[in-house]
């Protein structure tokens, strides 16, 4: 069937421009859709930046618990969904993509689960009248350390495979540190319960640890998607 500029065919789901081959028009979409990859690419990478960025200002909320690092923070975890709305719409709009599209949709949403737990911890501990103490310091700090390795592995991924997946076990590993603290931090709260304004508090916090350990959680969800990328390309 002969098609137009304006003509559009239907591919397994996916629309694709109808062009004259050999055209001028051919030529641009050829050149547009090989740019495709490595866009998606980019966008997993700013993903990453921005949630090493959440992890970093949760850091500094266990130690300076100030409105103004709140309020960035919320900043950064709202410009985090933007960058994934986007990285959607390209998956659903293109063809070609880097590597397997549901292994991209999972590396994403793992990433954007992180700086939204990050965020949900900081807001829930102002509602909360939560106060920062050891254990959420040290969480967070291996918290930090596990979105650096994502964010490293993630980088590398297209170029140096073996690399990244050494950089997803690493984060893998701190995972498990996180968890570690998670269950002291938990074996803490309920050593000694004294009255009724104990047991509140305790609550309270170990709902602040789950949001933690849950960040974490999908910390490790990251390296897992990063590893199955790295199985099929080899």
């Known amino acids: 069937m002969a098609a137009d500029n304006s003509a559009v065919s239907v591919i397994s789901g996916f629309f694709w421009p109808a062009f004259a081959a050999g055209g001028g028009n051919a030529m641009k979409w050829m050149f547009w859709r090989r740019r495709e990859p490595q866009q998606i690419l980019e966008l997993l990478v700013r993903q990453t930046d921005l949630t090493q960025r959440g992890l970093l200002l949760l ?6 618990p100030l409105p103004a690092v709140s309020a960035e923070l919320h900043h950064v975890e709202e410009e985090a969904d933007e960058v994934r709305r986007v990285l959607i719409d390209e998956l ?25 737990y990050a965020d949900t911890t900081v807001d829930e501990m102002v509602l909360l009248g939560v106060s920062p103490n050891v254990f959420l310091q040290r969480m967070c700090s291996l918290l930090v350390e596990a979105g650096a390795e994502v964010h490293r592995g993630v980088k590398l991924l297209q170029e140096r495979p073996g690399v990244a997946n050494e950089h997803a076990m690493r984060a893998k ?4 540190r996180v968890e570690r603290v998670y269950r002291e931090a938990v074996a803490d709260l309920f050593a000694n319960p004294r009255d009724i304004d104990h047991v509140v508090s305790m609550l309270k916090l170990r709902e602040i640890y789950r949001h933690l350990s849950n960040a974490a959680d999908r910390g490790d969800q990251a390296a897992n998607a990063i590893a199955d990328v790295v199985v099929k390309r080899s």
Request: overall charge negative; hydrophobic content about 40%; cysteine-free.
């Open 59 to 64: 850091e500094q909320y266990m130690r300076e």
């Open 173 to 176: 590993a701190l995972e498990n």
């Open 92 to 116: 659903n709009r293109n063809f070609v993509t880097p590597f397997d599209r549901e292994d991209v949709f999972a590396l994403s949403r793992a990433i954007d689960d992180m700086v939204d």
